[in-house]
């Protein structure tokens, strides 16, 4: 059974920066894509940023192209959220995740571990 489990979330104000972790349970870290999401009240859950298993190949979505970086330290097992500029639009609790083997795409159902979620908050 894998665990995610985040940390870093907060309260900031417009065009501060926040750092999101996830450490994951197992000895297979390595070995898998790893996702970040987010989920705003009242919105459906949204993909973020997507990082393969060596970390050499990232992917974002339009929305923080340019102000998030997504990374991973396999020897940690950890997968960040580096995020700068932030914007009031990025509230929401965002959530780590592991995607299927072989799955395709960005959908959240193509990702099968999730952690709990952590908070940001961006006041105006």
């Known amino acids: 059974q894998v665990q995610l489990v985040e940390s870093g979330g907060g309260l900031v104000q417009a065009g501060g920066s926040l750092r999101l972790s996830c450490a994951a349970s197992?000895?297979?870290?390595?070995?898998?894509?790893m996702g970040w999401f987010r989920q705003a009240p009242g919105k459906e859950r949204e993909f973020v940023a997507h990082i393969n298993s060596s970390g050499g190949t990232t992917y974002y979505a339009d929305s923080v192209k340019g102000r998030f970086t997504i990374s991973r330290d396999n020897a940690k097992n950890t997968v960040y959220l580096q995020m700068n500029s932030l914007k009031p639009e990025d509230t929401a609790v965002y959530y780590c995740a592991r995607k299927r083997p072989g799955a395709v795409g960005f959908s959240e159902f193509q990702y099968d571990y999730w952690g709990q979620g952590t908070q940001v908050t961006v006041s105006s």
């Open positions: 197992g000895r297979t870290f390595s070995n898998y894509r």
